[in-house]
């Protein structure tokens, strides 16, 4: 089992930025992935970035040179710093976690709000 906790949520003026963080219950070195998703009232969860144990990063196309997935090891800890942030980036953000056996067993956290507005 996997816990996570996500934070760093809030209000920010457009072209801003926060840096989410989400700490997980055991060391990442045993999850496959990890990655942000988002959810915007009325519209469907989407992945935002993922980082595989590789170290392969993968953005979906509308954050692409604004956001940045990280990982600190030692912490247990994924980050997302989120810069030049839009209305449209306004959602929940969740933290995931995959496992993969035979079947990939996934992890959410609660999510943080983030709103962007002025």
């Known amino acids: 089992q996997v816990q996570l906790v996500e934070s760093g949520g809030g209000w920010v003026q457009p072209g801003g930025s926060l840096r989410l963080s989400c700490v997980a219950s055991?060391?990442?070195?045993?999850?496959?992935?990890m990655g942000w998703y988002r959810q915007a009232p009325g519209k469907e969860r989407e992945l935002v970035a993922r980082i595989i144990s590789d170290g392969a990063l993968y953005y979906t196309d509308s954050v692409k040179g604004r956001f940045s997935i990280s990982r600190d090891n030692a912490k247990n800890t994924v980050y997302l710093q989120m810069n030049s942030l839009k209305p449209e980036d306004t959602a929940v953000y969740y933290c995931?976690?995959?496992?993969?056996?035979?079947?990939?067993?996934?992890?959410w956290g609660q999510g943080t709000q983030v709103t962007v507005s002025s």
């Open positions: 995931h976690a995959a496992v993969v056996r035979r079947i990939v067993d996934d992890y």
């Open positions: 055991r060391s990442i070195f045993s999850i496959n992935a």
